[in-house]
Structure formats: structure tokens, C-alpha cells
T-cell receptor, first 114, second 115 residues
Framework: NAGVTQTPKFQVLKTGQSMTLQCAQD?????MSWYRQDPGMGLRLIHY???????DQGEVPNGYNVSRSTTEDFPLRLLSAAPSQTSVYFCASSYGRRRSYEQYFGPGTRLTVT | DQQVKQNSPSLSVQEGRISILNCDYTNSMFDYFLWYKKYPAEGPTFLISISSIKDKNEDGRFTVFLNKSAKHLSLHIVPSQPGDSAVYFCALLPYSGGGADGLTFGKGTHLIIQP
């Protein structure tokens, strides 16, 4: 199993550009989520999904969109990038909603917005 | 307002001794309490967890203690090994229906094991 994979590993965007961060898992996990980590901070929840077709907002959802058309994939879209979105983004997955604590994290995407 | 606090940004411990990492939280809405370990340029990895109905959970060299009345969580690592050098995050999961169904993380403590 590859576990949780994220692409790209690094990305530089200009203010106003849009892009999609990809996340995929091959463990047949129901629950997937996106977090961002800023310097000196813990991870903060952006959006999450408890199954295909179901998504919900986390703590810091503004400026981001998600969709969950398959169990395996959970892409994160930046609609119009801003310097405040410079961060490291982590995707995570787990077996189910009430076991979402045992989350498996991807290696992260480091995004810089200039 | 920070709901989860790890007040020590870094901690240095000699190899073979006990490492104690601490975490405080501000309200009673949390159901599960977890510790994650993170190496540079990698995603966090799950280490150990404890349910709100317990006060201690052990897994090899790692023990997590929960004091609900004090709203305090701690991780003990004994004996500490060089490979334990990493950033440790406490992460809390709310009760179902208690808000967004994801983890609330502390800011992390950088543990350095000295040879």
C-alpha cells in the first residue's frame, strides 16, 4: 500500500492564481481531511469528508474548496491564492468517523504564494 | 483563543532518561486525546491515544496520562532514545456533534534527545 499520497511536494503560486492540491489514499478509508500548518503552529483543519459525496468545513475553510467524488481522492482547490495561504498542507485519512483519531497523514505539500 | 496548549516549545533530555511532554486544554468537549510525532519534511504519525473514560494508557516505552479535572494530558517516554528526537503534537478529538469532526492540535514540542 502506498498509504496517503500528495502531489505536488512543492509549489509556488502568484497572488490570484488557482490550483488544486491532490490527495489519494489506497486504504479504503471513509474519512479524509485537509490540514494546514504554519510556522510555530499546530495543524488546523480546513475541510473534511466522512465519505464519498459528503464534505464539511473545518476551522479555517475560507479560500478553499473540496469535493469527494470517490473514496480514494480528496482534492483541495485554492480558488484565488493569497500570501496568507503560504503554508504546508497535509492530507489525512482514517477508517471511519468515530475512528478518525487514528489518522494517517501524507508527506505534505509546501505552498508559497508570492 | 487557543483550546489546546503545549507551553514548552522545546525540551532537551539525556538519552536513557525519561521525557515528559505536557498538554493543557481549556474545555470539556473532547472525547479522545492523542499524541502525534513528526519528523522534518514528513507528515505526522500517530503515536498513542487515550479515551476520556481512562486515565492511563501504555504502549511499550510510551505512556499517556489524562487528568480530566485538571484538563491536562502528558506523554512519558522511558527510556528516551535518539530516534525519539522529533516534534510532538497533542491532538484532541471532540465528542460527536461537538463541532467539526477533526483533530484540534497543540503547537508542538520539539524534543531533543542528547547522547
Amino acid at each position: 500500500n502506498a498509504g496517503v499520497t500528495q502531489t505536488p511536494k512543492f509549489q509556488v503560486l502568484k497572488t490570484g492564481q488557482s490550483m488544486t492540491l491532490q490527495c489519494a489514499q489506497d486504504m479504503n478509508h471513509e474519512y479524509m481531511s485537509w490540514y494546514r500548518q504554519d510556522p510555530g503552529m499546530g495543524l488546523r483543519l480546513i475541510h473534511y469528508s466522512v465519505g464519498a459525496g459528503i464534505t464539511d468545513q473545518g476551522e479555517v475553510p475560507n479560500g478553499y474548496n473540496v469535493s469527494r467524488s470517490t473514496t480514494e481522492d480528496f482534492p483541495l482547490r485554492l480558488l484565488s491564492a493569497a500570501p496568507s495561504q503560504t503554508s504546508v498542507y497535509f492530507c489525512a485519512s482514517s477508517y471511519g468517523r468515530r475512528r478518525s483519531y487514528e489518522q494517517y497523514f501524507g508527506p505534505g505539500t509546501r505552498l508559497t504564494v508570492t | 483563543d487557543q483550546q489546546v496548549k503545549q507551553n514548552s516549545p522545546s525540551l532537551s533530555v539525556q538519552e536513557g532518561r525519561i521525557s515528559i511532554l505536557n498538554c493543557d486544554y481549556t474545555n470539556s468537549m473532547f472525547d479522545y486525546f492523542l499524541w502525534y510525532k513528526k519528523y522534518p519534511a514528513e507528515g505526522p504519525t500517530f503515536l498513542i491515544s487515550i479515551s476520556s473514560i481512562k486515565d492511563k494508557n501504555e504502549d511499550g516505552r510510551f505512556t499517556v496520562f489524562l487528568n480530566k479535572s485538571a484538563k491536562h494530558l502528558s506523554l512519558h517516554i522511558v527510556p528516551s532514545q535518539p530516534g525519539d528526537s522529533a516534534v510532538y503534537f497533542c491532538a484532541l478529538l471532540p465528542y460527536s456533534g461537538g463541532g467539526a469532526d477533526g483533530l484540534t492540535f497543540g503547537k508542538g514540542t520539539h524534543l531533543i534527545i542528547q547522547p
